[in-house]
Structures are given as C-alpha cells and as structure tokens.
Antibody, heavy 121, light 110 residues
C-alpha cells in the first residue's frame, strides 16, 4: 500500500523559514515524479511545486516561485519542501502527492494526510 | 494563471445524477486533455476520481464519469449515494509547466 507521511509543519513568523518532509513507502519512489499541493483554511486546492523522478526537473507555482525549493532524496524515499520568506498567505495544509501517470500534470494520487503550516506573529 | 470556475454548490437526491462544471480557457481546459477531478471529504485528503478528462483510476466506481467540450469540463455522478457528499475539485494543465485548480464544488446529497 502506498503511504505518504508529511512532517515538519508548525507555527512560523512572517519572513521565517520551514522545511517540510514527506516519507514515502509502498512504491518505487525513485520512479515517480512527486508534487506538493496546498489548501488554505476553508479554501480550495493550489498546486505548489513538482519534481521529476531523478530530481532533475523542478517547477513551481507563481505564488511561491523564488521562495520555495522542492527536492528529494531517493536513497531515503523522502520528498522535501524548503519554504523561505514565508507570508501570512502561505498558511495552509501542505499535501505531498505522487504523480499518477507518466506526464506529471496528468493527475495526482495518492495524497498524504497533510502538514499544517501557520505563518503568524 | 486564474483558477478554473466551478459552481460553489450542487445537489441531488439519492439515485439521481448530478453534473458539476469546470470552466477555463483555451490556454488550459480547452487546450489540453489533462483535466482531473478530485473528491475531498471533510478533514480528509483529496482522492483522484478522474484523470485525462474521462479516465477512471482503478477502484473508482463507474458512477463517476468525466467529459469535456471546448473550454468546459464536466464531472457527472450517476446513481447518487450518501457517501458521494463531498467537495469536488477540477484541475487542468495550464501550459508552461503549471497546473491550475478550480475553486471547488460542495456536493450535497439531499
């Protein structure tokens, strides 16, 4: 069974940094692109970033470009999201999700349970 | 990139069919065959229900179907059941290595 478990969420002040991790199991992690999607409290889903299976290709949503960095360690089956210069509007549950088909934009499944990031002073 | 447009709510009685629309532009929904639909129950993670406009992942009931016409994609849930009550989100490839989501539709089973 595929499992994705996020960690590293919490409360951070505006302008601060936080790193999320996502431990993957139940599939050959190094064979799949992975993505982060977030959901602000009571709001809809917003795509954040994606990384190719080898880590060579990374793409970001406009709202996080230049502030967030996605990475992965295939030897540890772990996905990361380094978040810098955090703003109040970054407050959200961050979901780790596996790319479902060959093309990374073809769909995401499954999803982890999410990690809550709260940016507030 | 603007979010795709979904109706905030939809409803139907058990056994009925309901269709949720997702309107974009020729730069996203209308330009690619990469439309996905997700179901999210309260407090839970989303689940992929439809990918590539009309394909169903293994395990998703065939009561769920997807289609697209021009810049509008649609999710139809036939034979509504109580457990179908949830939020539904569409997404589409938006070109330039970007994915855009809809604002979500709350489906109520009356």
């Amino acid at each position: 069974e595929v499992q994705l478990l996020e960690s590293g969420g919490g409360l951070v002040q505006p302008g601060g940094s936080l790193r999320l991790s996502c431990a993957a199991s139940g599939f050959t992690f190094s064979s799949y692109a992975m993505s982060w999607v977030r959901q602000a409290p009571g709001k809809g889903l917003e795509w954040v970033s994606v990384i190719g299976d080898s880590g060579g290709n990374t793409y970001y949503g406009d709202s996080v470009k230049g502030r967030f960095t996605i990475s992965r360690d295939n030897s540890k089956n772990t996905l990361y999201l380094q978040m810098n210069s955090l703003r109040a509007e970054d407050t959200a549950v961050y979901y780790c999700t596996k790319v479902f088909v060959f093309l990374w934009f073809g769909g995401f499944d499954p999803w982890g349970r999410g990690a809550l990031v709260t940016v507030s002073s | 990139q603007s979010a795709l447009t979904q109706p905030p709510s939809a409803s139907g009685s058990p056994g009925q069919s309901v269709t949720i629309s997702c309107t974009g532009t020729s730069s996203d929904v209308g330009g690619y065959k990469y439309v996905s639909w997700y179901q999210q129950h309260p407090g839970k993670a989303p689940q992929l229900m439809i990918y590539e406009v009309s394909k169903r992942p293994s395990g998703v009931p065939d009561r769920f179907s997807g289609s697209k016409s021009g810049n509008t994609a649609s999710l139809t849930v036939s034979g509504l059941q109580a457990e179908d009550e949830a939020d539904y989100y569409c997404s589409s490839y938006g070109g330039s290595n970007n994915v855009v989501f809809g604002g979500g539709t709350k489906l109520t089973v009356l």
